[in-house]
């Protein structure tokens, strides 16, 4: 209905097709966390409420009335308050770093205890860096082409990146180099900036593998055992190698059993996306879920794609790739729409964010990339990542509606 005096071209109008496609990533991450977590039996004996899928539940509940509040909320006024979500978050990542304040879990100190919520500050670091680069540059194209604006936001974009990977967390601090630079693509930064940039973060990456992958003990750079073996699994080195010219044949088999072990989950994962053939083994079906070969930690979070490939196929595995791309190409659009700079860059820095979670999740699943701890958007187990994930499509859908508006 419209209303006398009111501007149609003005009311807020959602996006229908994008909204679908998350509803719908959200009931099959309902169905296959039930899955992945209800065929260990130390799990499917606990209370209703205290099930992982029950939780998911909530999470999503939580985040659809989190991200309605963004919708309703006109982007230009969260922007006014964006540098001071910026360092609310950077407050946050340092705290999370200060014994007892941070929670220790596999090696890293990425969470707060909340009690019974394990609060992320990364994943919400993600979003605030997002709004405050994207106020930054939302300014006129001449300032953009000074250096010190380029290099002030560089600093933006490392604050967190390098908070993030001390804690260590080495795949949340990467997806915010590609949402950086896709943010200053789009902001209209000289592009020789730009290039200059990639070529020194080029030469830095492939000394730092170099370092890890041909360096002998004494010369490598100090890292987390388990970061070096994901590497070392992901180029494929043989771990003999690394047992130097006096090692005995003992040491080297040891090196031989631990290099088998470290590759023991990425080679699981790849068995269950790949054995579910063209329409998979059915829902709970799973042979690799069922039977405990996926990690138990981590089949309902970060490889929750192999759950489905196994149990659904490749035809459960395009019809999720499909339900992103929707996502991904209704955002791409929502950019081009948008009236002004602040709406353009906002919409493309969420954009390549999902898009980067989607490509490393999917790739360590496949093994095309290397495992990283990367959640996938909407699917995978965490109140955080799932709190995230939905709050930043309410960023999308709050440009959407204010699109017409100036």
């Given amino acids: 209905m419209i209303f006398p005096g009111i501007n149609n071209q003005r009311q807020p109008r959602i996006d229908l097709v994008q909204l679908g496609a998350v509803l719908v990533l959200m009931l099959i991450s309902i169905a296959f966390v039930y899955s992945a977590t209800m065929s260990n039996d130390s799990t499917s004996g606990l209370a209703w409420y205290r099930q992982s899928y029950f939780r998911q539940m909530v999470w999503f509940t939580l985040g659809l009335g989190a991200a309605g509040v963004v919708c309703v909320i006109d982007y230009h006024a969260l922007s006014r308050w964006a540098f001071v979500g910026y360092w609310v978050a950077i407050l946050f990542l340092v705290a999370v770093l200060i014994p007892h304040v941070g929670s220790m879990r596999y090696g890293a100190r990425r969470w707060v205890d909340l009690g019974g919520f394990q609060f992320q500050p990364s994943e919400f670091a993600k979003l605030a860096f997002i709004m405050a680069q ?86 490598r750079l100090k890292m987390q055992e388990y970061q070096k073996s994901r590497l070392l699994v992901y180029f494929n080195r043989n771990y003999a190698d690394y047992a130097g010219p006096d090692a005995s044949e003992a040491e080297r088999k040891k090196m031989r059993e631990q290099q088998f072990n470290d590759s023991l989950n990425v080679r699981q994962a790849l068995i269950a996306a790949g054995s579910g053939g063209l329409t998979g083994k059915g829902w709970r079906n799973g042979q690799q879920n069922a039977l405990g070969f996926l990690p138990q930690a981590g089949k309902h979070n970060d490889f929750i794609f192999s759950v489905i490939a196994e149990e659904k196929g490749f035809f459960g595995s395009v019809i999720v790739i499909t339900l992103y791309s929707v996502i991904l190409f209704t955002g791409i659009r929502i950019a081009g729409q948008a009236r002004d700079r602040l709406g353009k860059l906002l919409a493309v820095g969420v954009v390549t964010l999902l898009f980067s979670h989607v490509f490393i999740n999917i790739g360590m699943n496949i093994r095309i990339m290397p495992v990283t701890g ?33």
């Fill in 374 to 406: 990367v959640p996938l958007p909407l699917l995978s187990y965490g109140g955080s990542s799932v709190l995230g994930s939905l709050i930043a499509i309410g960023m999308l859908q709050n440009v959407h509606i204010y699109r017409k508006a100036y």
């Fill in 134 to 219: 994207a106020h930054f540059l939302s300014r006129p194209v001449d300032e953009l082409r000074q250096r010190r604006i380029f290099w002030k936001a560089i600093g933006l974009m490392l604050l967190p990146f390098l908070l993030i990977m001390k804690e260590p967390d080495l795949g949340s601090g990467l997806v915010l180099l590609p949402t950086g630079l896709a943010m200053l693509l789009a902001a209209g930064t000289p592009k020789r900036y730009l290039l200059q940039l990639i070529s020194i973060v080029g030469i830095l990456a492939g000394l730092f593998l170099a370092d890890v992958l041909y360096a002998p003990p004494k010369y």
